[in-house]
């Protein structure tokens, strides 16, 4: 909290709302006068830029150095303002947030998000959407990247050994057509859940595709390979077709080659759903179009098979091959769920973050929020 009043009403406003625990950490460098730490040398205001957590009696010149300093300590900055000497700070911070109705022009013009009802509280709302955009790109991107690591392994090793390649190229137009449209609007389109306001914040530098999404990657895509291979080289037995004609017995176990690999997708995104929980059900029939466009895929796929078989170079299955196809489909889920079970649980402890709901401390008291992990660092 920084503030232009003096210490003395920073401390008693500070204690009120949470951001000091008690009387025996109002002390420096928790509790700091702007021109004490305007005194001080660019090194000492990297050191004590961490440990501030209430700065009186600041100027538009401090609130600027204290940006400057915990953004060369790494961290990802955020300024709340409303006033025109708020501009440099909300400029130079990572993320800058006005007040739509009393704050400036000067404010929202320097400012990334402006707050229209200058109501504090809805910057919840603004990290939760963003946590959930952020998430929607890393589940498409790992259904993505599944798909097609598994296709592009299974036509290479089949076109090497044997000169041909189960997955045709309108076959892998339409998976193309899964993954890329209709999987976008699926995957894009899950709503914000409180599980994304319990991860810790995501940090400046680290990779868009995590260690979790790696593994669900390389378990789905390894099952997805070796089943559909097995199929491939051991499917005429496998499948009884030992009596059909060799045209007939190679058409019937590329169709049932390419039927299990579309059903493998289809239950995939249901584990994209939930890269890092077990339940892989929760809240889907909330997300209608999910719902909508994996209902249109089976449907699709159904009249492929039936009735397009000269247009994708497929036959018609029997119910039976159909199970088989849905059932390979299904085992994905077992896998998704032991990948979770093998892999260590991380145990993210809270340290909640309150801060005042209005940058005028004379109305921040009752008027706090508990903003948990919201950004990068506890500042």
Known sequence: MV??????????????????GSNAVATEPNLIEG??????????????????????????????????????????????????????????????????IQGTEVAK????????????ASVV???????????????FIQFQLTVNVAALIINVVSAVSSGNVPLNAVQLLWVNLIMDTLGALALATEP??????????????????????????????????????VLNFGGTKILNLEHDTRDQAFKLKNTMIFNAFVFCQIFN????????????????TKNRLFMGIVGLTLVLQVIIITF????????????????????????????????????????????????????????CINKEVDLTALFSSPK
């Open 3 to 20: 503030t232009g009043d003096n210490l003395q009403t920073a401390r008693a406003i500070a204690l009120e709302c949470g951001i000091l």
């Open 35 to 100: 021109k004490t730490f305007r005194a001080l040398s660019n090194a000492q205001r990297l050191e004590v830029a961490d440990k501030i957590s209430v700065m009186g009696r600041s100027s538009p010149n401090d609130k600027l150095l204290l940006v400057q300093a915990l953004r060369k300590r790494g961290h990802v900055v955020a300024v709340t303002g409303d006033g025109t000497n708020d501009a440099p700070a909300l400029h130079e911070a990572d993320i800058g947030l006005a007040m739509g």
């Open 109 to 120: 013009e320097s400012s990334d998000i402006i707050i229209l009802d200058d109501n504090f």
């Open 125 to 139: 709302k603004v990290v939760r959407w963003g946590r959930s955009v952020y998430a929607n790109i890393q589940k």
């Open 192 to 229: 914000p859940t409180d599980h994304l306001m319990r991860r810790p914040p995501v940090g400046r530098r680290e990779p868009l595709i995590t260690n979790i999404m790696w593994r669900n990657l390389i378990i789905q895509a390894l099952y997805q390979v070796t089943v559909l291979l």
């Open 269 to 284: 995104e249901f584990n994209a759903r939930k890269p890092d929980e077990i339940n892989v059900w929760k809240g889907v």
């Open 308 to 363: 397009l078989g000269k247009f994708t170079s497929t036959v018609r299955l029997s119910w039976k091959l159909w199970l088989v196809s849905v059932a390979i489909g299904t085992i994905r889920f077992v896998c998704h769920y032991l990948s979770i079970l093998v892999t260590p649980k991380v145990v993210h402890v809270e340290s909640p973050l309150r801060l005042s709901a209005n940058s005028s401390l004379g109305n």
